[in-house]
């Protein structure tokens, strides 16, 4: 019986061949992109979990509001280092703590003997606990007393390989210099660790021992900033934990305070709280600190995703469903030869496996295929076959498998296996319009999905352009940011090469803002305000836009002492006619006063999801105290690769133990942009898919129809009606259902589109024409889809329809 | 062997209502065959499809062999039909996506014959309907006339007790409906007891008895002496 009805199956789908490739082909494509999406859920989920004892590390948290995009208290993972030693003391269930030291800028040189430099990243500073803490699986060398000794360091197997060709490598040492004239520091290597069988959350390729991370700043007003990761010996109650944690925090602040001689009530105002909390490790990188974890980013996608395989199982029911007539005499002559209906549903449910299954062998190639580009387009490391999930995948794939053959399979096979035999072996098919509704109600589904993926391709697409054309408020264009401090020496050196117009620092630079909040009074008012420094050439270079007055210059040599200059964000926080006046900043002890000597207009340096924060602008000679890492540089002519090369040169004679790095701001620019851009274009792939699908379900069922109506457009022929007149009538049904979609799609986009657009701070009004377009688009194409097909039943012999019947 | 009696069957529309059997008797003795026959909506074919229990009348009686079917459920009426009873076609019905050799053997897959006793049942049969270079031809590839040597063969290889045969040669030419009766005869001859609906006199003419329907009564009733006397 089995080897029959795969008999069955096989010849019907050669017979078949158009509709067996549109509806294996379609399960593969809406199958394709679920499997890539399971991926990447999968590889997300795994985060930290190559070994069983990461499950009892805990991450230390701390809210407050340095380093932060909009100077708002975070949960963040940049802690005080003094919370490591009072974690260790005060809570007993940490078997051990460690403090890391966070990622800072782009990286460090390291030099093996006097071989030339070598950029790397994420050789991170930690305590000599690290290792208690984190079981890395050591390959050379070993776990408890590898950082024993100050200037120790650990790397990871490829980092050793990378670096010496081979990972024995203990005794050998490397000098690391983090900045350009750091003299650089000697480690010797202690161990080499295996690489982890799963991504990690701690992102380390080498971990140095400086000794530094061991203790404390010795002045209790001087802080720094750390991670820190504590050990527990079992499982704990988070909830009860930070409870604790709490109340340890408090009161230890309290006591600081005391002594740093600030009130309690004085440094917690404005709504700022103290916080200090615990995240287990394995929950890190669903939770970052700042922006959405990964399940919020890629909830669109997933919406995309399971429309995307909607929409092929509904082409799957739509075509099944529409070819069944020609399988109802089979039906008839198995129930008149015994057998029962169950064992009809069964054949048809297998008919269904059988091309889910070959689907999914498609879709593995398909997903094989698309890796490599999915994985650079999306910045991460999917696998397939060499995924050590491999076999949840396996697991995961039957389970999308039956329920796939159940959704596509299970409506077809009931209404296959329910025809009555007596009147199929008449051939009287089933001619009511029975089951009917639901495959119109299908349609509809489909392009209800369709059009709204539409919409949302044109609503993207203006915003997209919008806030690409958008005025950026200075000149992102023959602009570079070294990825340094701002240096006298440097400076006029490179100052000196043709071409170059300006150099300046600045702590607020598109891909790169240091944000400091600051308390000012003006008028008797206090005000919120961000305090960005710059050089006096700074705003200059960036070319922003003077609203009123003036901004800085060497002429004045006040500028680097008291004048500030406003973006027009603070300008309108403040008041009206602001050139001239002044404003306080008021401290424990003295009164500092500012001048404003202009207004610019607002400029960006996030993304467009962000507002301008209202700010003020402090000229400094040297780029002050905040140095962050910039030093711009502002070409006169758009041919700078060139200069740039003759700046590398300079460089090098001055600093031959680092590399030069830099980005031109129009590429910090366009990655701000990435994100929407990336969710666009995943958005044009899948709606266009899902349009294609759309129409072959649309092109199925006109067949289908044409088919039932062969005999009435036979004899409409006979009576006199004209090809056009039939190709009309046709039509008509489908155009119902197609407009009845268009006008459901159109408050169903509106909303997804304006939710959207709201996570745009600067934004289009809702635009009509993609609406519009999207309608007429999908009316247009349906129309021509559907004539394909009428127009074949329309010039076809009546008199063979009529015989026929 | 098959006894009905005040068999009823309406057919119900929204609108109207059409009594297809209007108190039917029929009694058909083992080793008979009897055709009906009968001016197109007398409702031959019901009677006929009531007898494969492939149609459920509203009342009366049908007894097999003793056993009273109207009251059997789906199941036990699929299993019932397929051990006792063949059936063939004026339209073949035959599945197009199977060969000659498997549309033959479906109703022994059905019936749970084991594999080996099934290509040996087939075999006997292609070779008895002289059909056996066509053994591995599809449906399409045959004649209307070898067509139905397979549906017969089909309806004849569970070797069952009654067959139930619908305008057999509805779709033939006359010499390939000749042969077909003739194999019919040769069946019956052998003791298996067939029914056939038919609106024509000369395949009539080929059975024991024919039995006359109109508006779903019996109208008259004719031994075919011919036939019997050959019988007898």
Sequence with gaps: MFKLNLKIAFRNLFKNKVYAAINIGGLAIGLTAFILLLLFINHESDYDKWDPELSKIYQIREKHDFFTPDNKQYWQEAVESRIGALTREKIPQFKHVTKVDRIWGNGFSVKIANADPIMVTDFRDADSAFFKVFPYQFVQGDQLTALNEPNTMVLKKKMAVRLFGTDKVVGKEVKVVMWRNDKGRSFKITGVVQEPSTPES??????????????????????????????????????????????????????????????????????????????????THANPPFVNGWLQKIKPVIALSIFLLLVSVINFVNLATAQSVQRAKEVGVKKVLGSYRKQLVNQFLFESAIQSLLALFISIVLVELCLPSFNAHFDVTLSFWHSNQLIGIALQLIGVFVVVTLLAGLYPAVVLSNYNPVSVLKGNYERGFKGLALRNGLVVVQFIIAVTFMISIGVMHLQTSYVANKDLGFDRSKLINIQTNYEDDFANRIKKIPGVQYVATTTQVMGNTFNVPEEITYNNQVYNVNTVTVSMDALSALGVQVVSGRIFSSEYGQDTVNTVVLNQAAANLMGKNLVGKQYDIISEKEKYTFQIVGIIKDYHNEGFDKTVIPTVYKANDLGGTSNTNNLLIRFNTSNYQDIVKKIEAEWKRLYPDFPMQYVTVEDAFQKELESSRRLMQMVVLFSIISVILSLLGLFALATFLAKRKTKEIAIRKILGASDFQIINMLNRSFLILVLFANITSWPIAYILTRKWLEGFAYRIDMPFLPFLAATVLSVVVAVFTITLQARKAAISNPVDSLKYE | MIKIENLEKVYKTEEIETTALNGINLHVKEGEFVSIMGPSGCGKSTLLNVMGLLDKPESGSYKFLETELLKLNDRERSNFRKRNMGFVFQNFNLIDELTVFENIELPLIYNKIPSAERKKL???????????????????????????????????????????????????????????????????????????????????????????????????????????????
């Design chain 1, 202 to 283: 701690v992102d380390i390729n080498a971990i140095m021992h400086t000794g530094d991370r061991d203790k404390d700043p010795e002045s209790i007003s001087n802080s720094n900033y750390c991670s820190v990761y504590g050990l527990a010996g079992n499982i704990l109650d988070t909830t009860a934990m930070n409870k604790t944690l709490q109340r340890i925090y408090v009161d230890y602040k309290k006591s600081s305070f005391t002594q740093r001689k600030i009130t309690y009530d004085d440094y917690y105002k404005n709504g700022k709280v103290p916080g200090l909390k615990l995240v287990p490790l394995q929950e």
């Design chain 2, 122 to 232: 087939v075999n006997e049969i292609i070779e008895r309907m002289n059909i056996v270079n066509r053994s591995g031809h599809f449906p399409q590839q045959l004649s209307g006339g070898q067509q139905q040597r397979v549906a017969v063969a089909r309806a004849l290889v569970t070797k069952p007790k009654l067959v139930l045969a619908d305008e057999p040669t509805g779709n033939l030419d006359s010499a390939h409906g000749n042969e077909v009766m003739e194999l019919l005869c040769e069946l019956n001859e052998t003791g298996t007891t067939i029914v056939m609906v038919t609106h024509s006199s000369h395949d009539a003419s080929f059975s024991n008895r024919i039995i006359n329907l109109k508006d779903g009564h019996v109208i008259s009733e004719k031994i075919n002496k011919g036939k019997t006397e050959e019988l007898i």
